[in-house]
């Protein structure tokens, strides 16, 4: 199984402030099967970025996603007041399939 | 307009059986693969099963392998759980979702999930 190991857990920001969040994989990960979603209160998990690096359709370019092998990075390049939520890393190249503990974006 | 809508969650006895059902529409979904997840209260995702688009290729968590069984009714556009020897860790919110071929095998459609509560 892959392990997949966020950080930070908390990120304490003000909006305009740029965020970046790791996420490492005990093994290798394909650099094709590394997502990250965002998670408001409430609401299912929205896909951001696939593929490690690219954007899914209709999510803003301040959302940016690099990395292969076991270090992937997510970066968010200024904050907007919506962007305040949970963000997991997950990878869906191998089964299991595992998700990260998730990173905690909020306003400080 | 794609979407998924689960159905089925509630409050069960520590033992006790339940069958999760997750109604597609708006795609073409005898085509989909599709994952089951769950979140606990205030905890993080937790991926737990996988359905080809046939029932060729079926994957289970070890957290829920032997006690829980993935199908699917294609003529009715419908995903299922059943949940079986359910225990008190089993309580979270479960979705359903949607493999993406167009996003290399990610999930970009989800439901809004069903809750079960596993309690005496």
């Known amino acids: 199984e892959i392990v997949l190991t966020q950080s930070p857990g908390t990120l304490s920001l003000s909006p305009g402030e740029r965020a970046t969040l790791s996420c490492w994989a005990s093994?290798?990960?394909?650099?094709?099967?590394l997502a990250w979603y965002q998670q408001k209160p409430g609401q299912a998990p929205r896909l951001l970025i696939y593929?490690?690096?690219n954007r899914a359709t209709g999510i803003p370019d301040r959302f940016s996603g690099s990395g292969s092998g076991t270090d992937f990075t997510f970066t968010i390049s200024r904050l907007e007041p919506e962007d305040f939520a949970v963000y997991y890393c997950q990878q869906y190249g191998s089964s299991p399939l595992t998700f990260g503990g998730g990173t905690k974006v909020e306003i400080k | 307009e794609v979407q998924l809508v689960e159905s089925g969650g509630g409050l069960v006895q520590p033992g006790g059986s339940l069958r999760l059902s997750c109604a597609a529409s708006?795609?073409?979904?005898?085509?989909?693969?599709m994952n089951w997840v769950r979140q606990a209260p205030g905890k993080g995702l937790e991926w737990i099963s996988y359905?080809?688009?046939?029932?060729?290729?079926?994957y289970y968590a070890d957290s829920v392998k032997g006690r829980f069984t993935i199908s699917r009714d294609n003529a009715k556009n419908s995903l299922y759980l059943q949940m079986n020897s359910l225990r008190a860790e089993d309580t979270a919110v479960y979705y359903c979702?949607?493999?993406?071929?167009?996003?290399?095998?990610?999930?970009?459609?989800w439901g809004q999930g069903t809750l079960v509560t596993v309690s005496s």
């Open positions: 093994q290798s990960v394909g650099s094709s099967y």
């Open positions: 359905i080809g688009t046939s029932t060729k290729t079926i």
């Open positions: 979702a949607s493999v993406s071929r167009t996003y290399f095998g990610a999930s970009d459609h």
């Open positions: 708006g795609f073409i979904f005898s085509t989909y693969e």
């Open positions: 593929g490690a690096s």
